[in-house]
């Protein structure tokens, strides 16, 4: 996390029906909100920005 942004990396492992992710955090496992609509997958392992601290993903 650096300055209110957080990355979050997020593994294809060899999937080639996924096109995109969707991030969800927020302050509790039970309490999460879409903070990311859609990252479009990029190689391996996509790194996806998200203003937010979360701190759970």
Sequence with gaps: ???G???VY???NG?????AWQ???GPT?????????TAPRTGFETDI???TVGPYF
């Excluded at 999937?15 to 096109?19: I, L, N």
């Excluded at 496992?29 to 609509?37: G, T």
Aim: proline letters at 7%; a negative charge; charged letters at 15%.
């Design 23 to 25: 991030v969800l955090a």
């Design 1 to 3: 996390m650096h300055d």
């Design 15 to 19: 999937s080639t029906e996924t096109v």
């Design 49 to 51: 920005y998200a203003e």
């Design 29 to 37: 496992p039970f309490k999460l909100a879409v903070v990311v609509f």
């Design 5 to 7: 942004q957080a990355i």
């Design 10 to 12: 997020a593994p294809w």
